[in-house]
């Protein structure tokens, strides 16, 4: 026996406990080809296990669902409208035959009843591509699960199936369910619908409930995919317990309801997303009105959105704001009168004997349905309008099957697999609506989100929001009457949102719970970037506390128009002047013993460092750059090296001649020979230009800016960022060059007093190496814009102290005691110092 054999082996002991259809008009219409139709017209609100093995369960004996029941009249309004007002089949009478499924326990016997032929039985066969079942199509049923059960069954005979609102992710897999279409988008879209509704309130903190079935846990898990990555939090996550075959809840159940009603009493979290079929939410809101819980959102998923038994509580107003999710309301003409028209009167349908369950049976469904008229009507239709649209999406699949034109049909044999090929190619307008299956087999009609009302001739579920699921976009939301004070929309955020310029510090396990932390001055918030870290101010550029951008520093550098720029300008105009004259006055009196005293050619060389020196003030002052910057760090060191390399060889070449020629009379004929003077200039100036070149390559002298330490909205524009390091380095050779000629000029302080030269550059030397410490110890305490200026300033001083310190006095006695500028003056000098040692 084969798989096939063996399967439908199995299924035959089932197909006996079928009985046989009442011709009753709410269930059965003959027709040419019948359509199947699965509702749910019964369940136990308190229970949804019927099933007891291998029987059918007694429909009737459960609370009657007038909303299935409304689904059912729907198909019946459509079918015959379709053989009364239309000319999409003409000449063809197109008839159905429905089954109450009672929620999930009655869905294998339907299924096998529309796949059997009039004598009850399915054939087993090899091949049943030529094999005709009772229904040409089955529309429904309502749940994931109970679709699944069913197309389980018709995809292996490729029998088209339409569910109306079964929105379950893996009806999508075609593989698996070939012959299954919808009439509607899938759960993809209403989880997306409820996230862009979250983000758009700004709620963050939310908890979801789920039942425990597949519908539930598949639909809570998508949400929370969802939500990652947008600071969207789930508090918690609960499962409603599944109410139990008996009618009596029981301890456990009780003690479970009140401990998960407990817990949202206790969270901060006031959002509620619930995603359960609306049978086993009976009990749980009961025990939500009797613990008081209110000042909620419920935001609830299309099982139980516009659910009119849960809407009947009417207490539940108190507990909160009510949104969900679910189709749109299309308006379908004549179908309130159709809906509550009375059946004609006369004796009830013979029944045959075998007919002894109630799947084909609703005492109350007419009466109940009168009641919930009202409510039915001003909710509008909704999930009506999709079993409304696969009724003719059927009718225009066969309408091309059967080569239907205006007059008639060919009234062939329809094999479903036929006829499912031409389900997917269906393309039509219905009620201004455009009416297709995509790849997936869905129907991407627009939902919305409506909001549940208790006024009298108020809507009780109006809609507030549209969702477009070819855009992936949730629109138009209007007004919503929050049960809060104010009207104001509630929050649920387990932080409040950081003011601009604060960063987040998460606290727990949570993204979504968080301090909020000032960004400090000289940092700023991109939250763009992260919200959680300060980004630094880039080095020109500053902020203040809880900054969200950085402002441009003001640049400080020495200007014309300051006053102490322009002391010290006054000061090297003076300096520069008098080396000038000093200049001058040397070469007219060139050869005197005065000028060859004080070094001859030598001072030359001297006063124009000094000159050049002089020079490279301006260059301090103004906005630095390159050029003035290698002014600054080459030109004036050099320059000035030299003015005391030649100070130093000069008092060390007088020491030598009065103390140690006569001591060492060759090494003093070498030293004259080979211009020992010049050679140590030289040597000692090509040293300092080593070290120039030396730090220039180390240290870049292109401008930097650093910030003030006094004020930092200012940033200090200098030449060099290690200036601490590179003054120590240039005057380093400089310092001992002063210290070297003073050790000679203290040497020398017993000379004739024309050639003891001793104070002038002990005073020389002296300022210059005590204004050099200062300033080596001011910057290492201090870093603010005054430093340029000190700097400036002791430069200038230096150069002075050497101009007039030095050359100074030589000048004084040129001028106003011309009778000591004379040889025999010098001699008388030298021939007294000679007999005082003698």
Partial sequence: MGPWARVFCSLFLLLQVLAEPAENSDFYLAGDYLLGGLFTLHANVKGIVHLNYLKVPKCKEYEMKVLGYNLMQAMRFAVEEINNHSSLLPGVVLGYEMVDVCYVSNNVQPVLYFLAQDNYFLPIQEDYSQYVPRVVAVIGPDNSEAVVTVANFLSLFLLPQITYSAISDQLRDKQRFPALLRTMPSADHHVEAIAQLMLYFRWNWIIVLVSSDDYGRDNGQRLSERLTGHDICIAFQESLPVPQPNQVM??????????????????????????????????????????????????????????????????????????????????????????????????????????????????????????????????????????????????????????????????????????????????????????????????????????????????????????????????????????????????????????????????????????????????????????????????????????????????????????????????????????????????????????????????????????????????????PTVSTCLWRLTIFPICFTVCISCITVRSF?????????????????????????????????????????????????????????????????????????????????????????????????????????????????TFYFTSSVSLCTFMSVYSGVLVTIMDLLVTVLNLLAISLGYFGPKCYMILFYPERNTQAYFNSMIQGYTMGKD
């Fill in 653 to 765: 070449q007088i020491v030598y001649i009065f103390k140690m020629a006569s001591r060492l009379p060759r090494a003093y004929s070498y030293w004259v020979r080979y211009h020992g003077p010049y050679v140590s200039v030289v040597v000692t100036t090509a040293l300092k230009v080593a070290i120039v070149v030396g730090n220039l390559l180390t240290t870049s002298p292109s401008p930097t800016a650093r910030a003030d330490p006094d004020d930092s909205q200012v940033m200090i524009f200098s030449c060099n960022p290690n200036f601490r390091s590179l003054l120590l380095v240039n005057t380093g050779l400089d310092l001992a060059l002063s210290v070297v000629g003073f050790s000679f000029a203290y040497v020398g302080k017993e000379l004739p007093t024309n050639y003891n030269e001793a104070k002038f550059i002990t005073l020389s030397m």
């Fill in 250 to 623: 029981t301890p456990e159940e009780h003690s479970r309801l009140g401990a998960i009603v407990e817990k949202l009493q206790q969270s901060s979290a006031r959002v509620v997303v619930v995603f359960s079929p609306d049978l086993a939410l009976h009990n749980f809101f009961l025990e939500v009105m009797r613990r008081n819980y209110t000042g909620a959102v419920w935001i609830a998923s299309e099982s139980w959105a516009i659910d009119p038994d849960l809407h009947n509580l009417i207490e539940l107003r108190h507990t909160g704001t009510f949104l969900g999710v679910t189709t749109q309301n299309v308006p379908i003409p004549s179908f309130r009168e159709f809906r509550v028209r009375r059946r004609r009167a006369g004796p009830p349908p013979r029944r045959s004997s075998q007919a002894s369950t109630c799947n084909q049976e609703c005492d109350q469904c007419f009466n109940t349905t009168e009641t919930f008229n009202t409510v039915l009507t001003l909710s509008g239709e909704r999930v009506v309008y999709s079993v409304y649209t696969a009724v003719y999406a059927v009718a225009h699949a066969l309408h091309s099957l059967l080569g239907c034109s205006e007059t008639g049909c060919t009234k062939e044999v329809v094999y479903p697999w036929q006829l499912l090929k031409e389900l997917w190619k269906v393309n039509f307008t219905l009620l201004g609506h455009q009416i297709k299956f995509n790849q997936e087999g869905d129907m991407p009609i627009p939902l919305e989100v409506i909001q549940w009302q208790w006024g009298r001739n108020q809507n009780p579920f109006q809609s507030v929001a549209s969702y477009y699921p070819t855009k992936r976009q949730l629109r138009n939301i209007g007004y919503i009457s929050w049960h809060t004070p104010n009207n104001t929309v509630p929050l649920s955020m387990c932080s409040k949102r950081c003011q601009p310029g604060q960063r987040k510090k998460s606290v727990g396990i949570h993204p979504c719970c968080f301090e909020c932390i000032d960004c400090l001055p000289g940092t700023f918030l991109n939250q763009s970037a992260d919200e959680y870290d300060c980004q630094p101010c880039p080095s020109i550029k500053w902020s203040h506390r809880n900054a969200t951008s950085c402002f441009k520093r003001r640049l400080a550098f020495l200007e014309w128009h300051e006053a102490p720029t322009i002391f010290v300008a006054l000061l090297a105009a003076l300096g520069f002047l008098s080396t000038l004259a000093i200049l001058l006055i040397f070469w007219r009196h060139f050869q005197t013993p005065m000028v060859r005293s004080a070094g001859g050619p030598m001072c030359f060389l001297m006063l124009t460092s000094l000159l050049v020196a002089y020079t490279v003030v301006p260059v301090y002052v103004g906005l």
